[in-house]
């Protein structure tokens, strides 16, 4: 397999930010799938043009397959870094995930102000919470530190190169 060497980051934290990314996609669709449900439920659309509720139906179903994809695929990712981390604790399993969302979406919250010096601390409490939750979840050293981790993860990469298991 080839390998990038001009990446600055290994393969662990690539798939980190891969799955927090699909897991925001999620978190959208869920969204657009609660506004769709909610146009229906509350006669937001023509309910009485049968083409109209049957498109959105259709759109709804469409979202809920989405997601479910859109799960999967994350839950894929998250699976393959148990394998490449088998000592961690699988039991941080929904916590990393559930920060990896948080930590995202509350920085994308500090990017819509107006550089609110509050929003991007909470957006940087979330991240070092999320870390702290990977490096639990993967079984490395503990730190609540992205430098830190980052390392911990280059160093286990390496060691597992050298040792023929990537």
């Not at 397999?1 to 999620?26: H, K, P, W």
């Not at 959208?28 to 937001?44: I, M, Q, S």
């Not at 079984?139 to 981790?149: D, N």
Request: proline share 1%; with cysteine.
């Amino acid at each position: 397999m080839a390998r990038n060497e001009m990446s600055s980051s290994g393969q662990a934290e690539d798939l980190i930010r891969a799955f927090t990314q699909v897991g925001c996609a999620e978190s959208h669709a869920k969204t657009l799938l609660e506004k769709a449900t909610a146009e229906l439920d509350n006669g937001l659309i023509d309910i009485e043009n049968h083409e109209v509720v049957e498109k959105q139906i259709e759109h709804i179903n469409d979202l809920t397959d989405e997601i479910n994809e859109l799960a999967e695929l994350r839950r894929d990712m998250m699976r393959y870094l148990q394998k490449m981390y088998p000592d961690g604790d699988k039991g941080y399993w929904c916590l990393a995930k559930h920060l990896s969302i948080a930590q995202f979406t509350a920085f994308e919250v500090y990017q819509a102000s107006d550089d609110d010096p509050e929003l991007l601390n909470m957006a940087l409490e979330a991240n070092k919470r999320f870390v702290k939750a990977m490096t639990h979840f993967l079984g490395v050293e503990v730190t609540a530190c992205s430098a830190c981790f980052a390392d911990a993860l280059k160093r286990t990469e390496e060691k597992g190169v050298k040792d023929g298991m990537g």
